[in-house]
Every structure is written in C-alpha cells, then in structure tokens.
C-alpha cells in the first residue's frame, strides 16, 4: 500500500539589495525643461530634483510628466535663505518601465532664462509603496552647507542628499566623506549635486555636509529611502511516497 503525502511550505523569496542604476541630467535650461531620453526600468525609485531662479513674484513647479505616466509625488518647495532660487524634489515609488523615458517640468510661470537645473537618479531595492522615511532640509549663507540631523527606522536604506546653490553658474560642491556622487558623477555642474549612502544599519543623528567652491546663499535636503519588504510567500507543494 502505498501514501502520498502533500506537505505545503512557505519559503520566502531573496530580498533584493538596494543600488544606484543611473541617471539623466540638464542644466541652464529655460522654459518648461526635459531631461535627455533614459531607459527606465520598471519597479524602481526615480527621484528628481528641480532648481531654478524666479523672476518677480512666486514660481512653482505645476506638474512634473514622463514618457511612462508615471506618478510623481513632491516633497517641500525650499528657498534656501529666501534667496532667488528655489529647490523641490519629485520622485516615483514605482516607476513603470520605458525605453525612451523622457521627465519634463512645467512651471506656473518661466523662471529666469537659463537657470533652470533638473537631475534624476534612479535607484532599485527600494520599497514601493512607502520607501520615504526622514526628510530634512537646511539652508546658510556659506560655503559649507550642513544638514540639520536625521535619523533612520531601517536598518537598509539608501540616504540621499541634494545640495543647490543661487550661485548656480559656479557652484561646485565637494563628496561628503563615505557618500557617491549620483547623476553619473556630475558633482561639478551648476551648483545643483546629489549625493548617496546605502547603508545596513539604523543612522541616529547624523548629518551630512558638502562645500561649495564659491559662497553664496545655499541649501541641502535630505531623504532616505526604505529597501523593500521581503516578497510574499510562495506557496511551495512537496510530494512524499511513503511505502
């Protein structure tokens, strides 16, 4: 007589690590900007940074669109010491894949002509649903900008730093210590850098500083990023002949 037994598991899946993929970048642009085609890959962060100068009154970002419909959600606008130039940042849980992918900006109004600065760094790991956790900014009228401190509640996350200048056609900003530069390396170009840490263990307190090679009024935000929950169980069938 023979017993087959059906014996049901639940392992679980790899967790992906988290890593920088690439990036896409323009500067002095005017109007209403669109970076250089990128390929995109699906289920990733895409985190842009928008600077730009006002003329007059206020000018806002209105919508920040991509080749792929994706959702763009947008942190704080920032004024760094309520100088002229303006700083927010956009970015996308999830992104949809496409090959071409091409982010424009539109503003509520044309900021100064060629002052515009828009950078986009994509990453993979991270969670995709609610990767956000700290965010702070801080601003001096200095060359040496230092963030207020922040703190993690994951031990994989990827810390993410912008750093902006009104000076923006001399800027440039040095790599803090045990950070990379992020779009592709572009730490010298027109006073808008980022700069990223992934780190395996909880952050308390800390902060992160870059120094401009001229001083003016400027400002740094910061955002970390959650790596993904590990994947759902998948139902596993394990069959036993017992005899």
């Not at 940074?49 to 080749?67: H, L, Y």
């Amino acid at each position: 007589l023979s017993l087959l037994l059906f014996i049901c598991g639940q392992p679980l899946s790899a967790q992906a690590a988290l890593a920088f993929v690439g990036s896409t970048y323009v500067s002095f642009a005017s109007g209403d900007p669109s970076t250089p085609a990128y390929n995109l890959s699906a289920n990733h962060l895409f985190v842009c940074s928008v600077s730009w100068e006002k003329i007059g009154g206020g000018i806002t970002v209105s919508s920040v669109t991509d080749s792929a419909g994706n959702t763009y959600t947008a942190s704080t606008l920032r004024q760094p010491e309520s100088a002229t130039q303006f700083l927010q940042l956009w970015y996308v849980k999830n992104t949809a894949a496409h090959a071409s992918n091409v982010t424009t900006v539109a503003f509520s109004a044309a900021p100064a002509a060629g002052s515009i600065m828009l950078g986009c760094d994509d990453f993979s790991g991270t969670d995709l649903t609610t990767p956000l956790d700290a965010n702070v900014f801080g601003d001096e009228i200095s060359d040496t900008v230092t963030s207020p401190a922040f703190s993690t509640v994951t031990n994989d996350e990827i810390l993410y730093a912008v750093f902006t200048s009104s000076v923006y056609y001399n800027a440039a900003w040095s790599t803090p210590s045990g950070w990379t530069a992020g779009m592709s390396g572009y730490t010298m170009v027109s006073g808008l850098s980022t700069f990223y840490k992934i780190v395996s263990a909880t952050q308390s307190s800390i902060t992160v500083a870059s120094t401009m090679s001229v001083s003016g009024f400027a400002g740094v935000e910061v955002m970390t990023f959650e790596i993904a929950s590990a994947a759902s169980p998948v139902p596993l069938r394990r069959r036993i002949r017992m005899e």
